[in-house]
């Protein structure tokens, strides 16, 4: 994972992990990279304050694109 992040991040230049905890599929945190096609940073004054994921699935013949956003109050 960690050499397909960097190898994205030096091709397109962004991008973003995702840490989330799962209790039904791991007692571990699950990290994701999602490279910056699949991510939107929401910024305020030059500061992230809200990543959103984007996850691609196809169900039912059809493409289907997920949106899951994390905000912080840092």
């Known amino acids: ?3 397909s992040a960097v190898r994205d991040a030096c091709t397109v230049g ?3 992990f995702k840490i989330s905890c799962d209790p ?3 007692e571990n945190i699950i990290i994701e990279w999602y490279p910056a096609e699949r991510v939107k940073f929401t910024r305020r004054r030059g500061r992230i304050r809200e990543v959103s ?3 691609d699935y196809f169900k039912n013949g059809k ?3 997920l949106l899951s956003a994390t905000a912080t109050d840092i």
């Open 14 to 16: 962004d991008g973003a």
């Open 24 to 26: 039904e599929i791991s």
């Open 53 to 55: 994921f984007y996850t």
């Open 63 to 65: 493409n289907i694109s």
């Open 1 to 3: 994972m960690l050499e």
